[in-house]
């Protein structure tokens, strides 16, 4: 029941700012097409690692829908917010575990983003690129999937970048080096596949290739359901550390704000 409330006042609290967020949206799709024009122009690929130009188009695009379901949260899930007001005591004082109280807020947050950000990008693409739609019942699952694995992963890092301003003053920047690793070792902009091999090697010991990459790679039809195995894996450990952290932050509570 908690779960659900979160979920919708969180939802219930963005549609007050559809029409600014119409604006993000706009220029999120206007960035994808950019990508995809810097590709065209590029020319053919030659078939590597088994990308032709229009994969790698289609590819490109679906990174770009996916995005803000996967990627665009909020920032440390507003816990750095909440320490400087002092909010963070009585967060810990709810009789709910703080990491499920700002997990199920955020999953409100990622409904909003999935109804008005990626699924108006998505049909977009659908018009303007000939994004291809699945035609399998399997292949729909494995991407949801991934995507919902994603979304729950990035969940937990932003939870932990969030915890770490019980330490400093200002751990925003955190988010932003996780947005810059997330960049180059999620596969957002060029697949895993063409990166150099000790950079590929580097993006396997970390969550990113799950959170853009592999569930990319299921939609297009390139991977399977093993692939999933690391999502799993990872979204597990990542769990443990931010029930690790919450019991941390139990003991070392900073109010900033007074």
Not at 53 to 81: P, R, S
Request: aromatic share 14%; hydrophobic share 50%; charged share 10%.
């Amino acid at each position: 029941m908690l779960f659900t409330v979160l979920i919708k006042k969180a939802y219930d609290r963005n549609l007050q700012y559809r029409a600014s967020h119409a604006i993000n949206t706009v220029a999120s799709a206007i960035f994808g097409l950019i990508y995809v024009s810097i590709w065209k122009g590029v020319g053919t690929t030659g078939g590597a690692s088994g990308y032709t130009l229009e994969t790698v188009i289609h590819y490109v695009a679906f990174n770009q829908v996916c995005l803000w379901i996967t990627v665009f949260m909020t920032k440390g899930l507003g816990i750095d917010q909440s320490v400087r007001t002092g909010q963070i005591a009585l967060d810990l004082m709810r009789p709910v575990h703080l990491f499920y109280h700002l997990m199920c807020r955020e999953w409100g947050q990622i409904a909003y983003q999935l109804l008005y950000k990626s699924l108006p990008i998505y049909l977009l693409y659908m018009w303007t690129l000939d994004l291809p739609v699945p035609s399998s019942a399997s292949t729909w699952a494995l991407t949801i999937t991934a995507l919902i694995l994603a979304a729950y992963m990035s969940i937990c890092i932003n939870y932990m970048i969030g915890v770490a301003a019980l330490w400093t003053t200002e751990s925003q920047w955190l988010f932003w080096v996780h947005i810059s690793l997330s960049s180059v070792l999620s596969g957002f902009l060029i697949p895993n596949d063409w990166l150099p091999v000790w950079l590929q090697g580097i993006a396997r010991m970390t969550p990113y290739p799950y959170m853009q990459y592999v569930p990319t790679k299921l939609y297009l039809g390139m991977e399977g359901a093993p692939i999933l195995l690391g999502s799993l894996i990872w979204s597990l450990f990542l769990t443990l550390l931010c029930f690790a952290a919450t019991a941390i932050v139990r003991h070392k509570v900073e109010v900033q704000g007074g």
